[in-house]
């Protein structure tokens, strides 16, 4: 497992999702599904459906809402009235609660910062491009997006590769500096959905899940798998792709990719980043009595 059950070590480097972590866009993705669902008269999306799309990449997550959906259109045209309800929601995304103070906290106690959304950069743009203030912490060379091509097909989350990705980038730039390296274990991976859990337990990592209270519902009773990355939600083509970092680990090939361990310490539940216990992650409160 992931953590071998040993206490984590004191936070450098923190790794960021977006949608329905650092910005409100989970909510506004809910209402343009449903507006389209309704134009054709199939019913709003269900939780236990919308957990499942949640921090997939696109075509995967596709995949999911169609089966469910069963709408009477093509899937094109059904992307293209997507696209246009999309570009006029998105530009109205807004920071969720405590995240502005979080990101300057995390900044002002030399906590190094990186962003891993599976959002691609057409929507990455929209939703962002607005709000410099949010994503000015995030220096361009250490956004790692969810058409990054460097991500190989079919490793989006669950699998590890696009939190480890955001940590070389941090890396890259300390062995610039000629400063130490970061080394996952040494990671706090900050999520709200359960697959995304379960790719920064799989890189080693350690994790909070702020999860939106309606996916907190969904999942009552299960948390501390969740926070283990033991829920097993992932699908067929990526079941066989993590089945292949499970070999590799065990091979020696790789020395991350297996998720952690029910109640190890690693995995953390916050109902929101208001009031962030930096002291919990070996970091220096930036704010002074």
């Known amino acids: 497992m ?30 343009c599904t449903n507006t389209l669902l309704s134009r054709y008269a199939r019913p709003p999306l269900p939780w236990s459906i919308k957990a499942q799309l949640q921090g997939r990449p696109g075509p995967q997550a596709g995949q999911i809402f169609h089966a469910w959906a069963q709408l009477p259109i093509p899937v094109d045209q059904f ?8 570009k006029e929601l998105f530009p109205q995304c807004q920071p969720l609660p405590g995240v502005l103070d979080v990101l300057e906290g995390l900044e002002v106690s030399g906590v190094e910062i990186a962003l891993a959304t599976s959002s691609h950069a057409g929507n990455f ?8 203030h ?40 300390l062995r610039g500096k ?20 379960e790719s920064g337990r799989r890189a080693g990592m350690q994790v909070v899940w702020v999860p939106h209270p309606e ?6 009773g299960k948390e501390k798998d969740v926070l283990a990355g033991l829920t097993g939600e992932h699908k067929e083509d990526e079941e066989q792709q993590l089945k292949s970092i499970e070999t590799e680990v065990a091979q020696g090939k790789r020395k991350v990719g297996l998720p952690g361990e029910v109640d190890d310490g690693w995995g953390t539940l916050l109902n929101s980043l208001e009031g962030f216990p930096y002291g919990k992650f070996g970091i220096e409160n930036p704010v002074q009595d």
Request: aromatic content about 8%.
């Open 2 to 31: 992931a953590s071998t059950n040993t206490p984590p070590p004191p936070i450098r480097a923190a790794l960021f999702d977006m949608d329905g972590l650092l910005i409100d866009s989970e909510d506004l993705y809910t209402t």
């Open 79 to 86: 992307l293209a009235e997507q696209t246009e309800i999309q």
């Open 125 to 132: 743009e929209l939703k962002s491009s607005h709000l410099p």
């Open 134 to 173: 949010l994503f000015c912490y995030f220096e361009l060379q250490h956004r790692v997006l969810g058409d990054d091509a460097r991500i190989p097909p079919g490793k989006g989350k669950p699998a590890p590769d696009i939190y480890l990705l955001a940590l070389s980038t941090l890396n890259a730039t």
């Open 178 to 197: 000629g400063e130490p390296e970061i080394s996952p274990e040494e990671c706090l991976v900050f999520e709200d959905s359960v697959l995304g859990v």
């Open 215 to 220: 996916l907190l519902i969904e999942y009552r």
